[in-house]
């Protein structure tokens, strides 16, 4: 069958690159970096941490901010620090305070809300957006006034009303609405793993959400490294994740779930296109690339002018859909700026920042490749990454896609579906940390382009002063914080590299001190124990970017387990199946320690709630056995354990002490640790 025909007969509608109306890329008023830094800060400051209204959230938040200045070009900082710190509410001495916008609290309104509308509107102001015309425009006037508070927002529209003699503003609806930009963006960054909940950051605004790993090394991050990430995100970016909400296609004759196929590199495959034809335009990309999917990309960019000059051709068969949605250009363009983002060099303010600037826009909004030899080297090594991506994670990219086939097939038939949350969790939990191999690849990547120099001419100990300059943060989240480690790591991917054959950089736990700390707790009674392991625990409470594993507590548990659990003969009972375990050679009692929310895969916490003493078969089983029949095993914990705690009132204890994340009980929930009113009933 001729390709064109077959690329036609295989489009079935709403499938293409997500198609958010939102976009970062506010060129005018700031560069989209700054932008997305900033964003992410605040965001993360009223609304997750909640650090806002205290002096030392507002020190933490200027450093961070200052720290990321620091970092860039001297040509380009006067205008950063005008951008983060503006006159109207720069956060070094001239701001209103988070306190200032409360105000005075109606006591019979209800607190709540009242609150949320408090952040959203006080986030409106740290960040100077919204607002563009009328009575929302006078809205954002007021946001600056000494005597502004949430609560006066009704009169400040009847007065605009009383201005401008208009009559019958809703303005519940105007109050609810004001703050949609804020709405619409931070779903970018809760698509690409920057923050996480249930419900990817459309549900509700008090929704249980939290910073991710990733998203707590970009909060952190200064420019360079900012830059980094946004990339590690894109790369590993799917066309559409199984978190994506399709538009309205109920009753679609059209569709066909067997012909929903996804993109597994959409950020390469536009990469791949620019560097076939030196520029891409928006109707390729909307017609053609942006509804390629992993079986036809590389027909698409073999065949690209055959392709292109079959255009019209495909937009008759798009029109037959007959769903707007397929229309709005202006969608489709927003898409791909989040891609653009990072690489473009004609942005007003992020010019010259980062050194991966290789392309630009049009007038006509095409995308033209300034820098053919920069960019073909930064290709060549994305190319690459690519591939190892593929090679580790093709897997779950297949289980994706035929899960958004089932969920795409209940959206045009109206029948619900049962969903996989192992599935969604998996994504998730993919999409919200940092791949080692990928980060030490850019930061290669950054070197090379920062030097102007190929692969062959790098050497090691320059690379390893520039990286300790410039990417503290990034490493010390990898655990490099010896030299020795950094050069070995950096040698090791910059050698797979140069040999074209990048391969995952494995972890090994070093359990070396673990016989050292329990000789040292043996002396301690039960009562120390009990104290030591709380303390412990409480110290181990820290952001992702400073997580090791902390041995002590392991053998703390251990001492306490030996002195209060063991019977006459020095054997424990495993906290899963209930059965004795066995002696060592040395006379102690064997037990291995599991966290109930894992420590490397879901980031769970290394404190005494998340973890339990049970013998090998259990533990090989909680890792191996079938999904279906790990309800078992965790009923099993929750008779078996010697804390006489049910899994569910452990982590409500942990909710409550703000140590599990939300990421962290939904995978207790995927896992079926819990059910759907447990799950409910903690957060409540």
């Not at 901010?65 to 380009?76: A, K, Q």
């Not at 419900?199 to 952190?220: M, Q, W």
């Not at 898409?335 to 007038?363: A, H, Q, T, W």
């Not at 209060?564 to 375990?581: R, Y």
Request: with cysteine; proline share 2%; glycine share 4%.
């Amino acid at each position: 069958m001729d390709i064109i025909k077959s690329f036609i007969e295989n489009i079935t509608p709403s499938n293409y690159f997500i198609t958010k109306s939102m976009e970062i890329s506010k060129v005018k008023s700031s560069g989209t970096l700054w932008y997305t830094k900033k964003f992410l800060v605040l965001y993360d400051a009223i609304f997750i941490s909640k650090k806002i209204d205290k002096i030392d959230g507002i020190k933490e938040i200027r450093n961070n901010f200052e720290n990321y200045i620091n970092t860039l070009p001297e040509s380009i900082k006067k205008e950063a620090e005008a951008f983060f710190f503006p006159k109207n509410a720069d956060l070094r001495g001239n701001f209103r305070t988070y306190n200032d916008f409360v105000g005075v609290i109606d006591i019979n309104i209800d607190k709540n809300q009242y609150y949320s509308d408090v952040n959203k509107y006080y986030f409106i102001y740290l960040m100077n957006i919204g607002g563009q015309s009328g009575v929302k425009e006078y809205i954002k006037e007021n946001l600056n006034n000494p005597n502004f508070v949430v609560s006066k927002l009704s009169e400040i529209i009847n007065d605009f009303q009383k201005k401008n003699s208009i009559t019958n503003l809703n303005i519940t609806g105007i109050i609810n609405d004001f703050h949609a930009s804020l709405r619409n963006e931070r779903q970018i960054l809760f698509y690409y793993g920057y923050f996480h909940s249930r419900n990817n950051g459309v549900g509700e605004d008090e929704e249980f959400s939290s910073l991710t790993p990733i998203g707590e090394l970009a909060v952190k991050a200064n420019s360079k490294e900012f830059a980094l990430i946004w990339e590690h995100q894109k790369i590993k970016m799917i066309s559409q994740p199984v978190t994506v909400q399709f538009p309205s296609i109920k009753g679609c004759n059209l569709c066909v779930a067997e012909k929903f196929k996804i993109n597994y590199s959409p950020y390469l495959s536009i990469l791949r296109c620019i560097d076939k034809k030196g520029k891409l335009t928006p109707r390729f990309y909307d017609r053609i690339l942006s509804r390629s999917n992993n079986e036809n990309i590389d027909d698409i960019i073999e065949n690209y002018d055959k392709f292109e000059n079959s255009i019209s051709e495909i937009e008759k068969y798009l029109k037959s859909f007959g769903l707007r949605s397929e229309e709005r250009s202006e969608d489709f363009e927003k898409e791909i700026k989040k891609y653009m983002l990072g690489i473009r060099d004609d942005l007003v303010k992020d010019n010259n920042e980062n050194y991966f600037g290789v392309i630009s826009s049009s007038k006509n909004n095409s995308w033209i490749l300034n820098k053919q030899n920069k960019f073909e080297r930064i290709l060549k090594i994305y190319k690459q990454i690519e591939k190892y991506k593929l090679n580790k994670y093709k897997e779950l990219f297949k289980n994706c896609e035929k899960e958004l086939q089932k969920k795409y097939q209940s959206v045009y038939t109206g029948i619900d579906y049962e969903k996989n949350h192992r599935i969604k969790m998996a994504w998730d939990l993919y999409n919200i940390k940092g791949e080692k191999t990928i980060l030490l690849s850019l930061i290669l990547c950054d070197y090379i382009m920062y030097k102007n120099i190929d692969m062959n001419s790098i050497e090691i100990d320059e690379l390893f002063v520039y990286c300790n300059r410039f990417f503290k943060n990034l490493l010390k989240s990898l655990n490099l914080t010896k030299k020795q480690d950094m050069i070995k790591e950096i040698k090791f991917v910059f050698e797979m590299i140069d040999n074209g054959n990048l391969q995952e950089i494995t972890y090994v736990e070093d359990y070396s001190l673990e016989a050292v700390y329990t000789n040292k707790y043996s002396s301690l009674n039960t009562e120390d124990l009990r104290r030591k392991i709380n303390e412990v625990s409480k110290q181990n409470v820290k952001p992702s970017l400073e997580r090791k594993r902390d041995m002590r507590i392991i053998s703390l548990m251990k001492n306490l387990y030996l002195t209060e659990k063991s019977d006459e003969n020095h054997l424990i009972s495993c906290e899963c199946c209930g059965e004795k375990t066995f002696l060592k050679n040395n006379g102690e009692p064997y037990i291995e320690y599991h966290h109930l929310i894992p420590f490397q895969i879901a980031d769970g916490p290394d404190h005494f709630e998340n973890i339990f003493g049970i013998c090998p078969m259990c533990h090989r089983k909680i890792h191996y056995i079938k999904d279906d029949l790990k309800v078992e095993l965790y009923s099993g914990f929750d008779k078996n354990n010697h804390m006489n705690k049910k899994i569910v009132t452990r982590l409500k204890d942990l909710y409550k002490i703000n140590i599990l994340k939300s990421y962290q009980l939904e995978y207790a929930l995927s896992e079926q640790m819990i059910t759907e009113d447990e799950y409910n009933s903690i957060i409540a």
